[in-house]
Each structure stands twice: as structure tokens, then as C-alpha cells.
């Protein structure tokens, strides 16, 4: 090198090191990461940040750090003590100094030993040059990176080690590799003597084999030395190359993502040359730096002190001794932190603010997140804002009735159990499940949002299907051996040898019955339980499960004490303290009394110990075993629901949801879209209402008679089914409000003898899913919502037959109540099962009155103009727009419409309500009579006109907002406004411009995430004045 280095060793420099120097790229040897290095005139260059020592490279050398040596000597030379080396000496002439040469990523750097005495007294003039060429690790895409690769190149070396006037021993020149001072820590390749061409040396200096991972491809000599030439082109070379790293990581992802935290795990492959896994982080995708490097045997890492709200992107490669792997597709990973929360720090109590990071017991305003493993038992009736489970904790409601108001959205990624007896959960935001749902036999959800909710699962849900207990024979004795196990979670029966043992077995176990323990209740009279051990056995085992503890004090009887997961406290917490048990619930010592099973039909045990004898005797009155089974469904499952939305839009379901219990529809529409609403067997449901249905597939097992709650475009519209034969049998039912002319169900083909007339209003589709069971269907009418009825003893159900395609009768087995509605039931169980709808039977062939396809109401300069389509209504003699300001009292407005014979038989009507005036009032409803020929009327559903006449704040949602918040607001004209944020004391935050309609305007405010957490003013200005509202963050 001629130009362009830095000199780390100047001339006449002897047994010198260098100071620290980095190379300007990321180096991996021997498999560790560095980024400086060191050298010394006895040709040696050591990686790190420890200044190497100034001897040879043999494995005495005073390191232990990672090193190389493209030349040094090996052996002593006469009259040398130390160091071991011939003592290399840079020349008058000579110099140590180094170059980067290419770009990223295949940078490299040159380090070299210009004219250098390979012995110091040397008065020849003789002197080496020669190379390190040190190449940058990067990750390896093919042929087009150069990591893990050192070249030792040569140029002239003199023929000569020896000094002319010294009668010593020739030295033994070696080059290679070391790292650390044991014999094995070195590789030396013999460079001297008469062979051909240097060899890797399986016997040199350190009696050792050299490293299979290192391949030494060495240009051909013919004379010693080996490494001599003059020629710049065609020099002499050896290259240390590691082999590529076998295998990727897989399955590369972040779990337990807080607001200062991302944990990464990933699976190693199998098989592999690697010794570690390294971690590379960005914040923009581009610029990735070093994280950290991990054993091959670890699969997980902690990434913490990270900033809140910010966006991670993280590269996972492996790495052998010194090349990265190829970056896999599953080796990238995007997490963003949350926000700040109130996180658990451990498990615990909800009450207990030891529990929570910010020390303090959550409210509603906090945003809340169980933190990995830990386990958070709701003890007490308790709120927040958003609440998240991460993945392998878990939210468990304790027995006792709590109930959580949530304010906001459930995201559980964990386990959320309800099993704790009479649990309540009320939700007002979105659920979403990803992992483990528990519902319990006792547990009540509710939605009660005031914005639209939406219930998603990707998870599993756990169900109760069956309950019950075991008693055990009553205790004569209690043995008193003082056999003292300690608080072993979990003992084989062998080391219960007790000669006095109390052991009572408990029959009649079947494991087709229960497959989960969820309680032992025990009545023990003893004089002190802190002597007492009380261990299970499952059916059929050799294991012995603990249940209680040494407590220490002298206590009390366990009275009435019920072993349970969902006890607020363990028994361990009245260790050393004289407690009185009575009639309460603990947890056990140690062990989870659902992770005690048997599929074993045969006697669970009991035993019990005393371990001193200080206080003999007793007697153990009972014990009872409490047993549930519990299955696993796909669905996000509840015990009981209740549906209590008062938003427009209700309660939507991206997936399916199972009710065990009863589902109590109060207010809000259920929306299943492609999904279904599925009753278990014995499961019920209310009656529901025009305000609460589902509106989309309800599916019913069981052998129970159901009314499926169903309904559309704003009416109930029960349907029933009287009890199938099979507990597995399945039916599904969903309605709708529309003609079936708008389907492929022609109502003008029928049984034209039986039927008279098809409904032109609405139909219902109940399908026999599972068995083969028979029932009678009963079909729900209400005057309005079916288009008039007339005599019910004229209606009859219709089912559209796929064979004969065409309406077939079920008859009229009479009237009927079918939930809160009036109904009729079909005179026979029906066989086949499609669209069912009314029909009518009449003599005198008076159909049903005809039905609306649509109906709306819009406001205009003139008024307002109502507009209309009918199907099939000749025998109509004249339709009245009526109008009303409560809802409630209507008035008729406009002329009366009469039957419009146009050829198209779907006619389109319309009329105008010019007495529809500024100032009548700010809502306005409005709805269609519709009289038919013979007399019968029906009303259509009613539609609400905002009839705004002056300036109002519709609403402002969400609120409490996070990052965004709608404006909705009317204007009695086109004009443009302003809307201020303000602090309480009226300092002004921000503010939004809009140029807005006439009528109803929407503006959305977005990024204030940053606005500190507190209760705000908006203001809207307007042409006339100002309105003014409250919002919450």
C-alpha cells in the first residue's frame, strides 16, 4: 500500500503493540461480534478492545483474546528468554498501517507489516511485508458478500531468519489463528523447512488438531521460503474462510409487547453450524444497527427501555465463526410499543396496588395490560379504560360476584377466565380474543356500548357441559406418624407409607362425566391445622397433589373450606399466622386443582396427615370432591349475554359466538354477518324486541322446543321450533324483511288450492343442520312489519318446496305465542326444511294487503317529499303519508295516492309534505298507511327526518377520545366555521377550519395522542355565535 493508510506502528519499533483501533464495520470471529482491533510487530493482530500483547502468536502468548497472525515465530532462537519469539522489528524503513478498501456491504480492511527484520538482529537488510485482509460480516445473500473471509498476503520475505554472526538454531515460522492460551485455543500452519507447499499441521507447538472449520487454501510453492515472491500480481496467499451457516431461524415473531418492551422468540433449525443468533433493530426499516447476540440454545430475548408508541423493526440472523445467515423470509418481525398503561408487574390481586406499575389500583381512565405469566385475580368489583392480556398471563375472576366494567376494548391475547362463581364482565368497547376464553357455568357478560361494538376471535373458548360432586365416607382418624413432607407441591403415593394413614377413597367417578377438578371442600375437626397435610389422588394415579400448607400458628378447623383456583388467596399467604378458616375458599398450596386429572374410570383419595403430634386426634367429617367437564369450541363463548347497545349500529360479529346459558337481548341489534349466534343444548334466549335481535343466523342444539330471537330492517321476527328428538340435533333460522319476489321464491307459484296468497313482506329461512329429527315451525306476525295481517285463522305457513319449486301449505295448527309475539304453528311436523313464509287460505280470495319494497323521506327547499316502490298492490284503494313530532301521535299530510295501473308491476309513488316547515320541529317522523279495497290497513315502518332549524353539536364520538375524534353538527346554511380545542380555563389548543353545508357537516379532528389526559372544551364558531361541549380523553 502506497497512499492513503494510517499508521499504527512507526519504524525501529520492537516487541511494540498499538493503540485500540476500529475497523469502521462489524467483525465476526470465532464466533463473537467486534468492531476494533490491535496489533504488534510480532505480527499478530488481536480483535477487541484489549490491547494485544507484544509476544508471538503461540498459545502462550499473554491473551485470551481472539487473534491472528498471517507471520510469527514459533520457536526460540539463541540466546532469546522472552517473549517466545525470534523478536520481528520494524526496519528503518518499515512501518505498521492499515486501509479501508470497498464499499458496504463488502468492505475490507488492510492491515500491513511493511519491511519488517523477522529477527532484531538481523544486519542483512533482509525484511518481510506482508498482509491481513479483514472483511467486513454482513448477512449472506450468495456470492455477493465477502463475509467471514481473512486473506494473509505476501510479498518479498527474505531467505534468511537467521543473523549472519549468530550461531543460533533456525527459527520455526508459523502463521494462524488463536484464541485464548490453552494449547487446543491454537492453529499454527509450519511455513519452513523442506516441503513443498505449506500444509494445515496437525502436530504443531500445540500438540493439537487444527480446527476442521477452517479451509486454508494455499497457492503452489517450489523452494523455501514458501511465501516469498516478487512479483505484485502474483502474490502469495492463504484464505481463512468459514463455511456457510447451515439452517434458518423460523417462526420469528414478538410476544409480550408493552409500552417499553418487545420480547422476540423464534425456533432454531434443527440443524445447524451456528453458535448464536443475532438480533439487528431499526425504527425506519433502513438503518438497522446491532442489538445483541444470544447462544444457539436460547429462542428468546427481552428488548426493553424502549420508547412508547414507536414502531420496532427487528432482523434475526444466525451466526457461526464468522458469517451471518441469509435473511430468511419469517426472520423479520414489526412491533409497535403500546402506550402508557398501568401494566401488572406481578401476579396478584386486582385491589392490591402492588400489583400494578404506577402503584396505584386501576380506574376507569387507565388503560390496563397484564403483563406475561402473571396472573391478575379480579377480587373486587373494578374498572379501566382498555384492557389487554398478553399472551401467557391470564385475567381470573375470583369466586365472590366481581364484576369489571371495562370502558373501553378487551384485547386478550393470554387467558381470560370467568370459571370464579357469579362473575360479571361488562363491556362497552370492541372484544377481541386470540388465545384462551373460559366462560364458566356462572359467569354474565354485557355489552352495554354506546357506539357500535364489534366481537372478534381468532382463539379457543373453554365451556362447562356437565357438573357435579363426590363425597367421601366420614373420618374415623387422622394419622399422627409425624411424617412431615414440607410443602412438596406433588410426592409420589410410595412416600406415603402412613402406618395410621387417614386415606378414604371417593367412588363413582366417571371420566365421561368430569374431566376437570374445580374445588375440594373439607370439614377437618383438629386441634391445630397448621399440623395438618391434605393431599389428592387422582383416579387411577401414583401422584399425590398437596392442597394445603404448613401455616405455623395454631389456627383453627378447616370448617367448611373449600380448595379452589379461584379463591382470592392462597393457603401459603397464612403461613405462621393463627387463622380461622372457617367457611372460606383458598387456593391451593401450589398446584392448580384443573391441572389434577384422571381419565381413569376408578376412586380418586384423600389423604390426610398429621406431621406432629403435639396435638393428636380428630376427626375429618367430610370431604367433597367438585367436578366440572369442559370442552373446547372454536367460538368466543359466553355463559350468559346480555345485549345492551344503544348505538344505531349495535353489536357486529367478525366471527361466530356461542351461548351456554341465556342470552338476554335489552337493547341493540346483534349483527352476524357471514357468522352465527350458536345456543348450546338447554341454552335459552328472551323474547327480544324491535330495538334488540339478531339480525343473521341463530343455530339452536339440543333437544329443547327454541324461539330463535331473529329479525331485519328493524322488526323482530321470532320463529320457533318445537323440541327435536336428539340432544345433537342442529336447526338454524334467520329472517328477512324483504319480499320473497326479490329472491328466486316467486310468490305467484303455489299450491293455488291450499294458498290464496303469498306475503309480499318477509320470509324465513330454518334449516335442519344436524339429524334427522321432524318439528312443528311456528312463524311470529305483526300487523305493521308483515303488511297487514287480517283473521289469523286464515293464515297459513308457506314453505318453498326446492323439488316441486313452488310455495307448498304447512297449514295452521292453531294460535300461538312465539316469544312475545303473536303467532301460528304449522298442523303437522314438517320433513323438509327451506324459506318458510305467511300465507293466507281466504274463500272469498282477499289476499294478503300488498307490500312496501321501499319507503324514504328526504328534506328540499319545497318540503319535504316522501317517495315509495310497491309490488303487487291492485287491490289497493289509496296510500296517506302521516306525519308526527313525538314518534308517537301521527297526523295524515298531503293528498291520498291511489293505485297507479302502470304496466311495470313494480309502481313508484311519491308526495309532498309542503306543511313541513322551519321552526314545526327539529325531528320529524313519518310513516305510510296503507288501505286496501276490502277495508284493511297496515302501516309501514317509520322513518326519522332531522329537520334541523337551528345551529346544534350533534354529537362528538369517541368521547373519552384517544387520537381521534368526529365532530357531527348542523347549520340552518352554508357557511364557515371554526372548532376549537380548549384547556378548562379557555387557553386554546387547536384549531380546524370547514367550509359547510347547509344541514348535517362532519369533521374529523385526528392526531391528539399527544393532549394529555384531562377534560377539554370544544368550540365551534359559527356566522351567529358559538356552541360549546365537554370532551374527555
Known amino acids: ?26 467483525v465476526w470471529f470465532m464466533g463473537k461480534r467486534f468492531t476494533d482491533f490491535s496489533v504488534n510487530t510480532n505480527g499478530v493482530l488481536q480483535f477487541g478492545n484489549i490491547t494485544v500483547a507484544t509476544e508471538a502468536n503461540t498459545h502462550a502468548i499473554a491473551t485470551k483474546e481472539p487473534r491472528i497472525s498471517p507471520l510469527s515465530s514459533g520457536t526460540l532462537l539463541n540466546l532469546e528468554t522472552a517473549p517466545i519469539t525470534g523478536s520481528f522489528k520494524t526496519a528503518g524503513t518499515g512501518k505498521i498501517h492499515y486501509k479501508l478498501v470497498g464499499t458496504s456491504p463488502n468492505r475490507y480492511l488492510v492491515i500491513e507489516w511493511k519491511d519488517i527484520l523477522l529477527n532484531h538482529r538481523n544486519i542483512s537488510g533482509q525484511t518481510a511485508t506482508f498482509q491481513a485482509h479483514i472483511y467486513e460480516t454482513t448477512p449472506r445473500t450468495g456470492a455477493t458478500t465477502e463475509g467471514g473471509r481473512i486473506y494473509f498476503v505476501y510479498g518479498e520475505m527474505p531467505t534468511d531468519f537467521r543473523n549472519g554472526s549468530n550461531n543460533g538454531v533456525v527459527a520455526q515460522v508459523h502463521l494462524g489463528i488463536g484464541a485464548g492460551i490453552s494449547p487446543q485455543n491454537y492453529l499454527g500452519l509450519q511455513v519452513d523447512g523442506g516441503i513443498a507447499a505449506p500444509i494445515p499441521n496437525t502436530t504443531d507447538n500445540d500438540g493439537e488438531a487444527n480446527s476442521a472449520n477452517y479451509h486454508n487454501i494455499i497457492a503452489s510453492e517450489s523452494n523455501v521460503p514458501l511465501l516469498h515472491t516478487t512479483v505484485a500480481n502474483s502474490r502469495r496467499f492463504i484464505n481463512l474462510e468459514v463455511e456457510e451457516v447451515t439452517g434458518l431461524p423460523d417462526n420469528f415473531q414478538a410476544i409480550c409487547v408493552t409500552d417499553t418492551k418487545i420480547d422476540l422468540t423464534w425456533i432454531n433449525p434443527n440443524v ?6 443475532v438480533l439487528y433493530r431499526s425504527t425506519d426499516n433502513v438503518n438497522f444497527s446491532f442489538q445483541n447476540q444470544v447462544p444457539i440454545g436460547t429462542n428468546i430475548y427481552s428488548d426493553s427501555g424502549l420508547i412508547p408508541g414507536q414502531t420496532y423493526y427487528y432482523h434475526l440472523y444466525l451466526v457461526n465463526e464468522g458469517k451471518l445467515s441469509k435473511l430468511g423470509g419469517t426472520a423479520s418481525v414489526v412491533a409497535t410499543t403500546g402506550a402508557t398503561a398501568n401494566y401488572s408487574v406481578t401476579s396478584g390481586k386486582w385491589s392490591d396496588a402492588s400489583t400494578w406499575s404506577k402503584g396505584t389500583v386501576p380506574n376507569i381512565n387507565d388503560d390496563v395490560v397484564i403483563n406475561c405469566s402473571d396472573i391478575v385475580y379480579v377480587d373486587t368489583d373494578a374498572s379501566c379504560r382498555h384492557l389487554t392480556v398478553l399472551i401467557t398471563a391470564k385475567l381470573r ?23 370464579g362463581s357469579n362473575t360479571n364482565l361488562i363491556v362497552a368497547g370492541n372484544i377481541n380474543s386470540s388465545n384462551s376464553w373460559m366462560s364458566g357455568a356462572t359467569a354474565t357478560v354485557t355489552l352495554n356500548g354506546t357506539s357500535h361494538q364489534t366481537i372478534t376471535n381468532t382463539g379457543t373458548s373453554t365451556i362447562v357441559t356437565n357438573s357435579g360432586s363426590l363425597t367421601a365416607a366420614s373420618f374415623n382418624l387422622i394419622n399422627d406418624n409425624e411424617l412431615d413432607l414440607g410443602n412438596n407441591c406433588s410426592t409420589s403415593t410410595a412416600n406415603l407409607p402412613f402406618p395410621k394413614a387417614t386415606v378414604r377413597n371417593i367412588s363413582g367417578y366417571d371420566p365421561n362425566l368430569y374431566n376437570t377438578l374445580t374445588g375440594v371442600t373439607v370439614n377437618i375437626n383438629h386441634p391445630a391445622n397448621n399440623e395438618l397435610e391434605i393431599w389428592v389422588v387422582p383416579a387411577g394415579a401414583s401422584t399425590a397433589y398437596l392442597l394445603s400448607a404448613d401455616n405455623g400458628g395454631s389456627g383453627a378447623n378447616y370448617t367448611n373450606v373449600t380448595f379452589s383456583d379461584h379463591a382470592t388467596t392462597a393457603v401459603s399467604a397464612y403461613a405462621g399466622i393463627n387463622h380461622n378458616f372457617a367457611n372460606e375458599s383458598v387456593r391451593p398450596q401450589c398446584q392448580e386443582l384443573s391441572k389434577i386429572t384422571s381419565a381413569i374410570n376408578a376412586d380418586w383419595q384423600i389423604l390426610v396427615n398429621d406431621d406432629d403430634d403435639t396435638n393428636p386426634g380428630g376427626q375429618l367429617f367430610t370431604v367433597s370432591l367438585n367436578f366440572e367437564s369442559r370442552s373446547t369450541v372454536d367460538e368466543l363463548s359466553f355463559n350468559n349475554l346480555i345485549v345492551q347497545n344503544t348505538s344505531t349500529a349495535g353489536v357486529t360479529l367478525a366471527h361466530s359466538i356461542r351461548v351456554t ?50 329479525g331485519n330492517g328493524g322488526y323482530i321476527a321470532s320463529i320457533a321450533i318445537t323440541a327435536p328428538a336428539d340432544p345433537s340435533d342442529e336447526f338454524t333460522a334467520q329472517y328477512f324483511h324483504v319480499a320473497p319476489a326479490t329472491t328466486a321464491y316467486d310468490p305467484n307459484i303455489k299450491d293455488d288450492i291450499n294458498l290464496t296468497k303469498i306475503s309480499d313482506c318477509e320470509y324465513w329461512i330454518i334449516n335442519r343442520e344436524v339429524g334427522a329429527s321432524n318439528v312443528q315451525v311456528s312463524l311470529s306476525y305483526e300487523n305493521t312489519r308483515s303488511c297487514g295481517v287480517g283473521k289469523s285463522a286464515d293464515l297459513r305457513i308457506a314453505r318453498w318446496d326446492t323439488g316441486s319449486t313452488r310455495w307448498e301449505n304447512e297449514g295452521n295448527g292453531g294460535d300461538v305465542t312465539v316469544g312475545a309475539l303473536n303467532g301460528i304453528i304449522s298442523s303437522a311436523d314438517v320433513v323438509n326444511f ?44 289509496y296510500y296517506q303519508l302521516q306525519r308526527s313530532t313525538d314518534g308517537q301521535k301521527f297526523v295524515n299530510t298531503g293528498q291520498k295516492i291511489t293505485f297507479n295501473d302502470a304496466v311495470n308491476p313494480v309502481h313508484q309513488y311519491s308526495v309532498w309534505d309542503k306543511g313541513a316547515t322551519v321552526g314545526l320541529s327539529p325531528v320529524l317522523y313519518y310513516r305510510l298507511k296503507t288501505v286496501s279495497s276490502n277495508g284493511a290497513y297496515r302501516y309501514s315502518q317509520i322513518k326519522v327526518l332531522n329537520f334541523q332549524t337551528s345551529y346544534n353539536i350533534v354529537s362528538t364520538v369517541p368521547n373519552p377520545f384517544t387520537d381521534e375524534l368526529t365532530v357531527n353538527y348542523t347549520l340552518p346554511f352554508e357557511q364557515t366555521v371554526s372548532i376549537e380545542i380548549r384547556t378548562l380555563l379557555g387557553q386554546t389548543i387547536q384549531v380546524y377550519h370547514q367550509k359547510a353545508a347547509k344541514g348535517s357537516n362532519q369533521l374529523q379532528l385526528s392526531k391528539l395522542s399527544t393532549l394529555p389526559k384531562g377534560s377539554y372544551l370544544l368550540v365551534l364558531r359559527h356566522k351567529d355565535g358559538t356552541l360549546t361541549r365537554t370532551i374527555v380523553k
Open 1 to 26: 500500500m502506497s497512499s492513503g493508510t494510517t499508521q499504527l506502528i512507526g519504524a525501529n519499533q520492537l516487541n511494540t503493540s498499538s493503540s485500540i483501533t476500529p475497523f469502521g464495520f462489524e
Open 272 to 277: 445447524t453450524n451456528a453458535v448464536g443468533a
Open 834 to 877: 327451506s324459506p318458510f313464509t305467511l300465507a293466507t287460505q281466504d274463500p272469498i280470495g282477499t289476499p294478503l294487503p300488498t307490500g312496501l319494497l321501499n319507503f324514504t323521506v328526504n328534506q328540499s327547499k319545497q318540503g319535504v317529499l316522501a317517495r315509495w316502490k310497491a309490488l303487487n298492490d291492485k287491490t289497493l284503494a
Open 397 to 419: 375472576f375470583a369466586n365472590g360476584g366481581h364484576t369489571l366494567v371495562i370502558g373501553g376494548n378487551l384485547n386478550n391475547e393470554g387467558v381470560v377466565d370467568m370459571n
Open 661 to 710: 346459558g341465556h342470552l338476554t337481548l335489552t337493547d341493540g341489534v346483534v349483527n352476524t354477518g357471514n357468522n352465527e349466534v350458536i345456543f348450546n343444548d338447554n341454552a335459552t334466549a328472551s323474547d327480544g324486541s324491535n330495538e334488540s335481535y339478531i339480525d343473521g343466523v341463530a343455530r339452536k342444539t339440543g333437544d329443547d322446543a327454541f324461539v330463535f330471537p331473529v
